[in-house]
């Protein structure tokens, strides 16, 4: 069904109706060999010339929330509520960021008549709560009496990209961070008089330290599980604190960071978990700007309601399909075993701080913004 007043950034706007999806799934209940997608371990669905599911598997009902009536005619990601898939009037597959979804590409490819496998980073929401699906997507050509059909099958990848992220990136920290700490307390057993060592293994052991309670509480807050402790303190000895020990870490001159704010700001936030929201961005930050020199600025002002913004500027550009997919995990201009820092920013700061998370990337500067509650309280 040709609507010309659908808009697309990606694939095909056109559906059938529904009466036509319909005698289509007619047709397939007939196919007895299509039964046996129910034994197969993960999400099955097959789509017509349009994306939409004319018959899925019951793994895949489950995942949707949705019995097999209100599947079908559904785009997948309709089906499994994709933020995305509800930007245009035309659907999933329509909006300016399906370009970069795994999923939308291979659907897309399999219906011109080549298999593909992509991994797919989908963010969810349900009863208003927004979750991240990791998904594999395989796609298959599938002809059915003449007609151009997909197979689309879904297999959920959270766990093993999980793991290859501690194999590489955490656990490949922690044992720099211990080595460290191994080799500073040799030098010290060699050499007690020299006092310049000590700082530097207080450093190294609380930045090991705090590597480790940054990744307890990301799979605390994942499973819904993090404790929350708000108190109100003042923002600047709490900044500079923060920039010191993160300068220190990346061997950089705490002076490329310049401050702008009031002696009298205070912060209504949990001091530990805003220390991961902003290590993280000064982090991605300091690593920006080792190809873009320049200074980083970081501002703190406070609103006429009472809330408090921290931005963070530095020079470069996050790549524009970088950007489409900024807050999911493991997305990352550096590596694909990298990419939890923005992920986390946003988590923390508007599931659990009761914050909102910004950026913007032009005119060759970047800027990240997170704002805070209201610090309308008696400070501790």
Do not use: W
Not at 69 to 92: F, I, M, T
Not at 197 to 202: A, D, G, I, Y
Not at 363 to 374: A, D, R, V, Y
């Amino acid at each position: 069904m040709s609507n010309p007043s659908l808009t697309t950034h990606f694939a095909s706007p056109e559906r059938d109706s529904l009466e036509v999806i319909r005698s289509l799934a007619g047709q397939l209940q007939q196919e007895t060999t299509l039964s046996l997608l129910n034994a197969v371990p993960m999400g099955v669905v097959l789509v017509n010339r349009h994306r939409q599911i004319v018959f899925c598997n019951d793994l895949f009902r489950q995942l949707s929330l949705k019995n097999k009536e209100e599947v079908l005619g559904l785009r997948p990601g309709e089906a499994l509520d994709c933020v995305n898939s509800c930007l245009e009037k035309a659907g999933c597959g329509c909006s300016i960021f399906c370009d970069v979804c795994g999923a939308a590409k291979a659907i897309v490819k399999s219906l011109d008549g080549t298999a593909d496998c992509e991994e797919c980073r989908m963010v969810r929401r349900v009863n208003e709560t927004e979750m991240q699906l990791d998904l594999q997507i395989f796609t298959r050509p599938f002809n059915l009496n003449g007609q151009s059909l997909t197979l689309v099958f879904t297999m959920d990848i959270s766990h093993e990209l999980r793991l290859r992220y501690l194999n590489r990136t955490f656990y490949h920290g922690l044992i720099n961070g211990v080595g460290g700490i191994s080799m500073l307390t040799e030098l010290i057993e060699a050499e007690p008089e020299d006092t310049n060592l000590f700082p530097l293994l207080v450093d190294s052991s609380r930045r090991t330290l705090k590597e480790v309670l940054y990744h307890r509480d990301l799979y605390a807050a994942e499973t819904d599980r993090l404790n929350i402790n708000m108190a109100l303190f003042k923002a600047k000895p709490y900044l500079e604190n923060l920039i010191g020990e993160e300068c220190r870490f990346k061997n950089t001159q705490p002076s490329c960071v310049e401050m702008k704010l009031e002696d009298d700001i205070s912060l209504f936030s949990d001091k530990r978990l805003l220390g991961h929201v902003l290590r993280n961005m000064l982090d991605n930050a300091l690593e920006a700007r080792e190809n873009n020199p320049g200074r980083i600025t970081l501002s703190c002002r406070r609103s006429k309601d009472g809330r408090t913004t921290i931005s963070l500027e530095n020079p470069g550009l996050i790549p524009e399909d970088i950007q489409k997919e900024l807050f999911k995990r493991y997305v990352s201009t550096k590596s694909r075993d990298r990419g939890l820092g923005t992920y986390v920013i946003k988590l923390l700061t508007e599931t659990y701080l009761n914050g909102k998370v910004n950026f913007n990337s032009r005119n060759g500067m970047t800027t990240f913004e997170i704002m805070l509650p209201s610090t309308t309280r008696t400070e501790a």
